[in-house]
């Protein structure tokens, strides 16, 4: 395949799904990948302000793929964790979407995949904080 130079940005791309889907575009595409750490293309914690002016002119399509989860059951479970979750999972969402439209209104065909929890349809246990968010 030949690159067609389309780029698409990954939130969560060092680890687990965001890293796979990283790996299966990243032969074709300049995959920009953003993590709180390690091997990411540009270092972004969820819970601030995405710095926009790292991103390309244009976008193709984002991923939100950060994984966060804190397996307690409901009653250990304290504000401050509840709120965390939300501010990752929920509001780092909105945040990404946020800082990566302009772009992506420049893109080709774009497209924003947002990933969730198999345990907000499944009840699962301990998995409340995450489920909410």
Do not use: C
Request: glycine share 10%; charged share 15%.
């Amino acid at each position: 395949m030949t690159n067609d130079n389309r780029n698409y940005l990954i939130v969560g791309g060092t680890k687990g799904i965001g890293l796979a889907v990283a790996n299966l575009l990243g032969s074709d595409h300049n995959i920009i990948t953003t993590s709180r750490g390690g091997n990411a293309t540009i270092s972004w914690d969820a819970r601030t302000a995405f710095p926009s002016d790292l991103l390309p002119e244009r976008l193709d399509g984002l991923v939100y793929a950060p994984g966060t989860i804190n397996l307690k059951p409901f009653a250990r479970l304290t504000d401050d964790e509840f709120s965390e979750d939300w501010q990752i999972n929920a509001l780092g969402a909105v945040r990404a979407i946020r800082a990566a439209l302009p772009a992506l209104k420049r893109g080709h065909a774009p497209a924003i995949v947002l990933f969730s929890t198999v345990a907000v349809q499944h009840g699962m246990p301990f998995h409340s904080s995450v489920a909410m968010a």
